[in-house]
């Protein structure tokens, strides 16, 4: 409904984020958990609210190979797994269709509120709830003392809490139980050592509170994605799904390549006339005359996010999702002339410095000292959202300014 309300693309990536802005924790409701209900547990007065935006990494668990979210050293099944001769892969998608979840064990830096300091402790999150053990990494009854009810808990990410809770990296989550309707009273709160770590916790709790519900939801989903969406007559596609189609240009008119060999022949035969080789430099094969128009129309483009720092932008391709391909374009703090592309792989955000320079009174655009050139950037983003050039991944999800 506020797909539609909004005019947004329609996709399975928006989602409703619940904020407790006080307290600097936020979290996406699940597709199937009721707005209403959420808000009810809301103290009166407070300044919670909901905030509608896209998050990529929303359904990354079923789309994701089972590696990138669940390392092997923090799955205790696997080894069980290996004497029966099944493979941590094998595992884990036995996990996802069943919607069970083996347990998941680690270190986790803990503090509870009303104590300065944060402790190190080994723990293990199952079924029955979050447990850490008082002696190193004995998994003994008598060493395990109880921390969190799974199914009377909810799961937060630590957003900006570095001076109210002063964690010892920047890896933190919480666990709100539902009873702490206000206030930091009752709140667990507790910090990875890296990204990874942080969203394997958070991945395996939602699997243990939510189970197959959480992959019914996933199918809900694509389903709705598959059904024709109208408004205004024409359909909308989003940039997300594959919109970008292979065309031929080589006749009097423009035409759609059908034929998926062709297309290949086609990408293939661009990428080597696009990177043809000209005094010791790879350029443009039509360079033109440079205007106000042609250097401002990046400005116009939804992954342009202008004159915003590496930390606002770290900040917000994290609250999008960490997911391989997730990118924005902004002005460089550094350079005033310049441009950067902040990108997402392996979960994390890397930046590459663009720069404008003329040559024979032509600009172009690059990132690699001139050997590829682009004549703006909308042409630099189109062409790495195709190949990936000197990109550890291509660009797949710009990172959207759309926040209501």
Known sequence: MLVQKTHALHDDCWSLVEVY????????????????EVQATWPVGGDSRFVFRKNYAKYELFKSSPQSLFPEVM?????????????????????????????IQGFL?????????????????????LYYSTKGTSKDPRHLQYCADVNESNIYYITQGKKQYSPPTEYGFCIKPFKARSGVKGLKLFCSEDEQSRTCWMAAFRLF?????????????????????????????????NTLVAMDFSGCMGRVIENPNEALTVALEEAQAWRKKTNHRYSLPTPFQSS???????????????????????RLIIQQGLVDGVF???????????????????????HYLILPSEEDGHLYYTMDDGQTRFADLIQLVEFHQINRGILPCKLKHYCTCVAL
């Open 209 to 241: 509170k939510y189970g197959i519900q959480l992959y019914r939801n996933y199918q809900q989903c694509q389903a709705r994605q598959r059904e024709p969406t109208w408004i205004g007559g024409m359909p909308l596609r989003s940039v997300s799904d």
């Open 21 to 36: 802005q006080h307290l600097a924790l936020e979290r996406c409701l699940e597709d199937h958990e009721s707005v209403v």
């Open 75 to 103: 799955v205790s099944s696997c080894l069980d797994a290996a004497d029966k001769g099944m493979s941590h892969s094998e595992l884990i998608q036995n996990v996802l269709n069943s919607g069970s979840c083996p347990e």
């Open 292 to 314: 106000p128009l042609s250097a401002a129309i990046h400005r116009t483009q939804p992954w342009f996010h202008g004159h915003i720092s590496r930390e606002d932008t770290q």
């Open 328 to 350: 924005l374009v902004r002005e460089s703090q550094r350079n005033p002339k310049g441009f950067v592309l902040s990108l997402c792989h392996l979960q994390k955000v890397k």
């Open 109 to 129: 830096n803990m503090k509870e509120v009303g104590r300065k300091m944060w402790k190190r402790f080994y723990f293990s999150l199952r079924r029955s709830g």
